[in-house]
C-alpha cells in the first residue's frame, strides 16, 4: 500500500517537483514542495488521499529509516510545529527524523548540477549476501563438527555408555539450544547489522558489557583458528609419519603445516566471503560424503580383520553391554566427560558472526542457528548409538585371539566372546589396542571407506579454522568502530564492496601464527572454551535481561523464547565453566571485568537503547514510586536545590558551590529560564542537551530543566511547582546575586525579589554572592535574556553555531585547606543555616576548614549564652566546637555607612517636596511597588541599621574565610518595598573578600537531636 501511495504522488507532481528541482517562484523541503502562492504539492496530494487539504503524511518507511533508497529522494515528516503553526508562521524546514547516509544525502545541501550527475549515477553494486542456509546453517553446522566428532565420541560413547552419552549431548545442545533461543529473540528484535555476537550483546546490555566481551569473543576466535588448524596439522603428522615421510621432527611438522595451512586459509578469506562461502560449501560435501561411509559401513558384513579389532556390525548384545557406562582412568566421570564433549557442541555463533553479510539476518539467524543445533544433535545422537551398537570395548588387534572350541566359555572375558572371539589375556592385562576404549580411529574401522574419515577430519577443522578465521575479524571490525578501546580503530577500516576488514584479517593471522608455533595448546584451549561460554551466558542474560525490564520497545518478532528459559542457560553457563577448568573461569572473568571497569570509567559516548537503561528507568520510577508511601522524617531532610543557573556554563561558581552539598546525596536541578516566545528554535535552545553534556562533563551530579516564559518570576514559579517526581522534588531555592540592580531597570530589580519570594511555596531560600560575580565570559545565554538579544551579542544566526562552551574554574573546585567556614546564625530558621556547613565539611576539599559560629547574644550574658549554643550544637552532632557570641552586633552603626545606605536607595525614595493628592500617590504606589516612601523607610529603620551594622561586624571577622554563611533576612510584604529588601542583602554583603552565602530556611525543622 505504501509503495502504490508513493508511486501515486510521484505521479502527480509536476515535473519541477518530480525532478527534484526548485521551482520559480517558490521554495522546496525535504518533504513537500511549495509553489510561488505558498501551496504544498504535498497538500494537494493529500487531498486525494484525505479528502481535505493539509501536510499530513500518510505512513511511510522513509519516516522510520536511517538510510535511503538509491535512486529515491528521501521525505521526512512535517514537524509537529509545521502542523501546528499558521502558515506565515512555517519558516523552518522539517527536522531529519534520523540522519540520512545514502548516496543522495539532504536536499538542498547540493546544486542542481550537482543533483543532475548524481541522477545519472548507475545504482552501487549490491554486495555478497547469503541466505539462511549458507550463510548460517551449513556455517554453524560446520563449526560445531569437529574432532571430537571423529575422534573422542566413540571413547566417550565406551566411557559413559550409551544411555550417559545421550544424556551427554542432550544436555549440551539444551545449553547451546537456549542460548540459540536468546540469540534469536535479541536478532529479531530490530534491525541486526555487522559484528555477530559483539553487536547482539553490546546493543541489548550496553557498551560496557559488550564491549569487554566482544574483545575476548574476537581474541578467542582469532586463537581457536590455531586451534583448528594444529589438530589439522597433527593429523596430517601422523599420516605421515605412518608412511615414513618426516621433515624435521614432530613439532617442527606441526608447526610447518600449520603456517601453511593457516595461510592458505588467509587467502581464502581475503578473496572474498563468496570464495569462502563455497570452500565451506565444499568442506560440507565432504564431512556429508564422510558421514555416508561410516553409515554404509555399520551395515556392511565385518570381515575377520575388523572383527580381531572389535567390529561386529550391529548387535543387540553389544549394544546392551556398552550401554552403561564403564568409566576407566583418573579423568573418568560423567562431569569429566561432559567436559571433554561440550566444547564440541559449541560453534552456534558462527552464522550470527557475519550477521553483515546476511540477507534478512532476523530470519537467517533463528532458522538457520536452531536448525544446525538440531541437526548436529541428531547426528552427535546416531553416531553414539551406531558406534556403541557395533563395536565392542576393548580388542586386541590379533587375528590369532579366535574363541577355541577347546576353550571354556566361562572363562572368556569380554563381550566379543559370544561372537567367536577371545580378548580375555589383554583385557586383564590392561594392553588392548583396540576397541572404543582404546582405539580413537575407530570411526575409520568401522567406515566402508578409511581415508574418507580422515578426510572428513580435514574439512571438520578447516571448515572451523575458516569460520572463526572471518568470525574474528568482523566481530573486530564492528568493535573497533564504536572506539571503546583506545589504540585499535586503525583495524576498523572497511574495503571493497562487501566492507571487508582487511587489517583485522592480518591481525588475527599474526595472532594464530604465533599460537601455532607454540604448538602447546593444552593450556590455552580451556580458556578458549571459557570465553565461549561466558558469550553465551551473557546472550541468555541479555534475553532475561531485555524481558524482565519490559521495555515497550523489546519486541522480538521471534516468539519462541523464554526470559526464565535464558536465566537458567546462562546459570548454566556459568556453572559449566566452572565445572571445565576453574581456572579458566576465574581467568575469564578476571578480564572482562578488567575491561568492564575501563568501560565504566571511560563512559564511552554511546547510546544504544540498551536493556541496562530501561533497567535504570525502572528503578527509578519503582524507588521513586515506594517514596509517596513514606511520610518525610527531619531524619532524612536532605537540602534539594533548584539553582538558578540561567545557562549552568554561565555561573559555573554556583555550580560548583551547590554540588559540593549536594553530589551523591541529594537532588540539584539546575534552571534555565529563557523569556521569548515559545517557538520550536527557542523550545531547542532551552531544552538544549548541551546544558546537561555541560554539567555531566564537570561531573556536577545535576539535572537540568529549561523552560520558556514571558518574564523570568512566571518562569521560576513554573520551576518552583512543576520541577521534581513525588517526594523527589526541590525544597530550596538557590540563585545569584543580582549585583547590577541599581543601573538595570526597577521592574527588574522588582522581578528578582518576587523571586526571592518563594517563601509562600515553603522553600528555603539561599543568594550567593562573590566579589569578583558569578557570570563568566562565555557564549551562552543569560538568565532571563530573550533568544534574539542573545544571538545578536554572539553575532549568529542560527542557535547552536556557538563553539563548545569551555570549562571555567572556580575557587569552589579547589581545596579550602586550613581556612574557616564563618556561619553567622542570628536566627532559627529550622537549622538549614547550619546544615549546610556541616554538609560541605564532608567533601576532601572542604574538610580541613573549621566551622565557627557567630550568634548574637548580651554582654552580661555571653559566657552562659555561648554554652547554651554549644550545647544545642553538640546535640545535633555537628562536631563544631567554635561559638562566639557578638554582643556588638546590636550596636548602632557608623554613620558613615548609615549616610551611604541611604545614598544606595535614594534613587527609589519617593520625592517628598511634590505633594499630589492622596488618590494618585496611592496610585503610583500600586504601579511602582519598588518605590520607597519616608513611611517605608522608617518602618524598616531598624532593621536597615541592622543590615548596616552586620556588614561592619563580617568585615571584622572574616576577612580571611574560606566561606561566610549567614542568616538571610525577611522583609514583609506590603511593608517591605522590593528595593529597600534588595538594598539589604546587598550592603549586608558588600566589600567582602570571601563568597557570602545567605540563608534562609522554610522555619521547618531540619535538625533533630531524637533517634525517632
Not at 509536476?14 to 497538500?43: H, I, L, Q, R, W
Request: charged residues 15%; glycine residues 8%.
Amino acid at each position: 500500500l505504501f509503495e502504490l501511495l508513493e508511486n501515486f504522488e510521484v505521479a502527480n507532481l509536476p515535473a519541477p517537483v518530480a525532478n527534484g528541482k526548485a521551482t520559480s517562484g517558490g521554495f522546496e523541503s525535504d518533504y513537500y514542495t511549495c509553489d510561488g502562492d505558498g501551496s504544498s504539492v504535498a497538500s494537494r496530494v493529500s487531498v486525494d488521499l484525505t479528502g481535505y487539504e493539509t501536510l499530513d503524511a500518510p505512513p511511510r518507511y522513509d519516516f522510520y529509516a536511517n538510510t535511503e533508497v538509491w535512486g529515491r529522494r528521501r521525505q521526512f515528516r512535517p514537524s509537529l510545529f509545521q502542523l501546528h503553526a499558521g502558515p506565515e508562521q512555517d519558516d523552518s524546514r522539517p527536522p531529519m527524523y534520523e540522519e540520512t547516509t545514502g548516496g543522495q544525502a539532504e536536499a538542498g545541501g547540493k546544486d542542481s548540477s550537482e543533483e543532475d550527475e548524481d541522477e545519472q549515477k548507475e545504482p552501487p553494486t549490491e554486495p555478497t549476501r547469503f541466505g539462511w542456509v549458507q550463510g548460517v546453517m551449513i556455517r554453524c553446522m560446520l563449526n560445531i563438527w569437529g574432532v571430537i566428532l571423529y575422534l573422542r565420541l566413540p571413547w566417550i560413547t565406551a566411557q559413559a555408555g550409551i544411555g550417559m552419552t545421550w544424556v551427554i549431548i542432550l544436555l549440551s545442545s539444551t545449553i547451546t539450544g537456549i542460548t540459540g533461543l536468546s540469540t534469536s529473540a535479541i536478532a529479531t528484535n530490530g534491525k541486526v547489522k555487522g559484528g555477530g555476537t559483539y553487536f547482539l550483546i553490546s546493543r541489548s546490555l550496553g557498551p560496557e558489557l559488550g564491549g569487554s566481551i566482544g574483545l575476548i569473543f574476537a581474541f578467542a576466535n582469532a586463537v581457536a583458528v590455531a586451534m583448528h588448524t594444529v589438530g589439522f596439522a597433527e593429523t596430517v603428522t601422523d599420516l605421515m609419519r605412518e608412511n615414513g615421510a618426516v621433515m624435521v621432527d614432530r613439532t617442527n611438522d606441526i608447526r610447518i603445516i600449520g603456517i601453511i595451512t593457516v595461510t592458505c586459509l588467509l587467502g581464502i578469506s581475503m578473496a572474498g566471503m563468496a570464495w569462502e562461502s563455497k570452500a565451506q560449501v565444499l568442506f560440507f560435501i565432504v564431512i556429508m560424503v564422510s558421514f555416508a561411509s561410516y553409515i554404509v559401513g555399520t551395515i556392511i558384513p565385518a570381515s575377520p580383520e575388523k572383527q580381531s579389532k572389535g567390529f561386529f556390525s550391529y548387535k543387540a548384545n553389544i549394544f546392551a553391554a556398552n550401554f552403561v557406562p564403564d568409566y576407566r582412568g583418573p579423568g573418568g566421570s560423567f562431569f569429566g566427560m561432559f567436559s571433554i564433549f561440550f566444547p564440541s557442541a559449541t560453534g552456534i555463533l558462527a552464522g550470527a558472526n557475519i550477521s553483515g553479510d546476511l540477507k534478512n539476518p532476523a530470519v537467517a539467524i533463528p532458522r538457520g542457528t536452531l536448525l544446525a543445533i538440531f541437526w548436529t544433535t541428531v547426528s552427535y545422537l546416531i553416531i553414539s548409538a551406531t558406534i556403541g551398537s557395533c563395536v565392542v570395548r576393548d580388542a586386541s588387534g590379533v587375528l590369532n585371539d579366535t574363541l577355541s572350541p577347546s576353550s571354556a566359555v566361562e572363562d572368556c572375558v569380554g563381550t566379543a566372546c559370544q561372537y567367536g572371539w577371545d580378548f580375555t589375556g589383554c583385557i586383564n592385562n590392561k594392553t588392548c589396542v583396540y576397541g572404543i576404549h582404546n582405539y580413537y580411529q575407530s570411526m575409520s574401522l568401522v567406515s566402508a571407506f578409511g581415508p574418507l574419515i580422515t578426510a572428513g577430519i580435514f574439512g571438520a577443522t578447516l571448515s572451523s579454522a575458516l569460520a572463526c578465521l572471518v568470525s574474528a575479524p568482523k566481530v573486530f571490525q564492528c568493535l573497533c568502530k564504536d572506539q571503546l578501546y583506545p589504540l585499535i580503530g586503525f583495524f576498523g577500516k572497511s574495503y571493497g564492496k562487501n566492507n571487508e576488514p582487511i587489517r583485522g584479517y592480518l591481525l588475527t593471522y599474526i595472532i594464530a601464527a604465533c599460537f601455532i608455533l607454540i604448538a602447546e595448546l593444552n593450556t590455552i584451549a580451556p580458556i578458549i572454551s571459557n570465553f565461549f561460554l561466558c558469550s553465551y551466558a551473557l546472550i541468555n542474560f541479555s534475553c532475561f535481561h531485555a524481558s524482565i525490564t519490559n521495555s515497550p520497545g523489546w519486541r522480538p518478532s521471534f516468539r519462541f523464547y523464554s526470559k526464565w528459559l535464558s536465566l537458567l542457560g546462562a546459570i548454566c553457563s556459568v556453572v559449566i565453566m566452572f565445572l571445565l577448568t576453574w581456572w579458566a573461569a576465574l581467568i575469564a572473568f578476571g578480564v572482562v571485568f578488567i575491561l568492564l571497569a575501563y568501560t565504566l570509567y571511560k563512559k564511552p559516548d554511546v547510546n544504544w537503547g540498551s536493556s541496562v537503561q530501561a533497567s535504570s528507568y525502572n528503578m527509578a520510577l519503582s524507588r521513586c514510586a515506594g517514596l509517596n508511601s513514606v511520610e518525610d522524617h527531619v531524619k532524612n531532610y536532605r537540602p534539594q536545590c533548584l539553582v538558578l543557573t540561567g545557562p549552568p556554563s554561565s555561573r559555573p561558581a554556583l555550580v560548583d558551590l551547590v554540588s559540593c552539598f549536594t553530589k551523591d546525596l541529594s537532588l540539584m536541578l539546575c534552571g534555565n529560564v529563557l523569556t521569548d516566545d515559545p517557538s520550536p528554535s527557542v523550545l531547542e535552545k532551552a531544552m538544549s542537551d548541551s546544558h546537561l553534556n555541560w554539567l555531566n562533563k564537570r561531573k556536577a551530579g545535576s539535572f537540568y530543566r529549561g523552560v520558556v516564559a514571558a518574564d523570568l518570576q512566571s518562569g521560576v514559579n513554573v520551576l518552583l511547582q512543576g520541577a521534581g517526581l513525588g517526594r523527589v522534588k526541590p525544597n530550596v531555592l538557590i540563585m545569584g546575586f543580582k549585583k547590577d540592580w541599581r543601573s538595570d531597570t526597577p521592574q527588574a530589580a522588582h522581578n528578582y525579589i518576587g523571586v526571592i519570594d518563594a517563601f509562600d511555596l515553603q522553600f528555603g531560600v539561599c543568594v550567593l554572592r562573590m566579589r569578583e560575580g558569578l557570570e563568566v565570559s562565555s557564549p551562552s545565554q543569560s538568565h532571563g535574556e530573550s533568544l534574539h538579544a542573545y544571538r545578536s551579542r554572539l553575532h549568529i544566526n542560527e542557535p547552536g553555531n556557538a563553539a563548545a562552551t569551555p570549562q571555567h574554574s572556580t575557587q569552589f573546585q579547589k581545596k579550602q585547606g586550613k581556612k574557616t567556614i564563618d556561619v553567622y546564625w542570628l536566627s532559627d530558621d529550622g537549622g538549614l543555616t547550619l546544615l549546610l556547613p556541616y554538609l560541605l565539611t564532608r567533601r576532601k576539599r572542604w574538610a580541613k576548614c573549621k566551622v565557627r559560629v557567630f550568634v548574637g547574644g548580651d554582654a552580661e550574658k555571653k559566657d552562659e549564652q555561648k554554652q547554651e549554643v554549644l550545647e544545642l550544637i553538640k546535640k545535633f552532632r555537628l562536631g563544631f566546637h567554635s561559638v562566639e557570641v557578638l554582643p556588638e552586633i546590636n550596636q548602632p552603626p557608623q554613620q558613615m555607612n548609615v549616610h551611604q545606605f541611604e545614598k544606595m536607595v535614594s534613587r527609589f525614595r519617593v520625592d517628598t517636596n511634590s505633594k499630589p493628592d492622596s488618590d494618585s500617590g496611592c496610585a503610583s504606589q500600586h504601579q511602582e511597588p519598588w518605590m520607597i516612601t519616608d513611611q517605608d523607610f522608617e518602618k524598616n529603620k531598624a532593621k536597615s541599621l541592622r543590615q548596616i551594622r552586620l556588614n561592619e561586624v563580617l568585615l571584622d571577622y572574616s576577612r580571611e574565610a574560606a566561606l561566610i554563611i549567614t542568616t538571610m533576612p525577611v522583609g514583609r510584604r506590603g511593608v517591605c518595598p522590593s528595593t529597600l529588601y534588595l538594598a539589604w542583602l546587598d550592603f549586608l554583603s558588600r566589600d567582602l573578600r570571601p563568597p557570602v552565602l545567605l540563608v534562609r530556611g522554610n522555619q521547618e525543622n531540619v535538625l533533630t537531636f531524637y533517634c525517632q
